[in-house]
């Protein structure tokens, strides 16, 4: 019988309801149903950031999912599609609320929101959140500067992306992965 990890990692989660729980729940359980329990989950946190990450927000499901972790488990991808969650990481970083939490949460955060930019579908939808207003709120908590930028109620993946553009001064910009999405005219129609 195959595991549910989502299900596993919200029996174990600190707070069912809270946006932050709920996000990182969805970029966990769809990098274990991708390559298993014994790699690293998240880009760029090694197996330590690992266990701490879990411990925080999901204590006892590394026992529970009989995680083993080591240095050598890394299974992330190289790729175009994967360049870019260091530079999305760095935007994240850069747009941190002090206040919301320590600098490790914050860190553990921008990997797992970064690692779901690269994902297919709307940012919310790899995030596994309810709804875009739950990704709103998380946004907002944890980089209220980033998100008071999108005056214009952008689709968030495609202001995140057009953000680092602007980074670069680059004119015209287009998230990854957004080509075959169904709701491509809507988000790269006129605004």
């Known amino acids: 019988?195959?595991?549910?990890?989502?299900?596993?990692?919200?029996?174990?989660?600190?707070?069912?309801n809270d946006s932050t729980v709920?996000?990182?729940?969805?970029?966990?359980?769809?990098?274990?149903?991708?390559?298993?329990?014994?790699?690293?989950?998240?880009?760029?946190?090694?197996a330590d950031e690992t266990r701490w990450l879990l411990a925080r927000w999901?204590?006892?499901?590394?026992?529970?999912?009989?995680?083993q972790l080591g240095a050598s488990t890394v299974a992330w991808r190289r790729g175009s599609r994967y360049d870019d969650v260091e530079e999305i990481v760095a935007l994240?970083?850069?747009?941190?609320?002090?206040?919301?939490?320590?600098t490790s949460e914050v860190h553990c955060i921008s990997h797992a929101l970064a690692?779901?930019?690269?994902?297919?579908?709307?940012?919310?939808?790899?995030?596994?959140?309810?709804?875009?207003s739950e990704l709103?709120?998380?946004l907002g908590y944890w980089?209220?500067?980033l998100a008071e930028k999108n005056v214009h109620g952008m689709k968030w993946k495609k202001f995140l992306y057009k953000q680092l553009c602007e980074r670069e001064a680059?004119?015209?910009?287009?998230?990854?992965?957004?080509?075959?999405?169904?709701?491509?005219?809507?988000?790269?129609?006129?605004?």
């Open 1 to 16: 019988m195959a595991t549910d990890f989502h299900a596993t990692l919200m029996r174990h989660a600190i707070d069912a």
């Open 22 to 46: 709920l996000a990182l729940a969805g970029v966990l359980s769809a990098a274990f149903d991708e390559a298993g329990v014994h790699t690293l989950p998240i880009r760029g946190l090694d």
């Open 58 to 67: 999901f204590p006892g499901v590394d026992s529970a999912l009989s995680l």
């Open 92 to 102: 994240f970083k850069a747009h941190a609320e002090p206040c919301a939490g320590t």
């Open 115 to 132: 690692c779901a930019c690269v994902g297919k579908k709307h940012l919310w939808q790899d995030l596994r959140l309810p709804s875009r």
């Open 136 to 138: 709103s709120a998380l």
């Open 143 to 145: 980089f209220p500067r």
């Open 170 to 191: 680059l004119i015209i910009c287009k998230a990854s992965n957004c080509a075959d999405c169904a709701d491509f005219a809507d988000c790269f129609g006129p605004e």
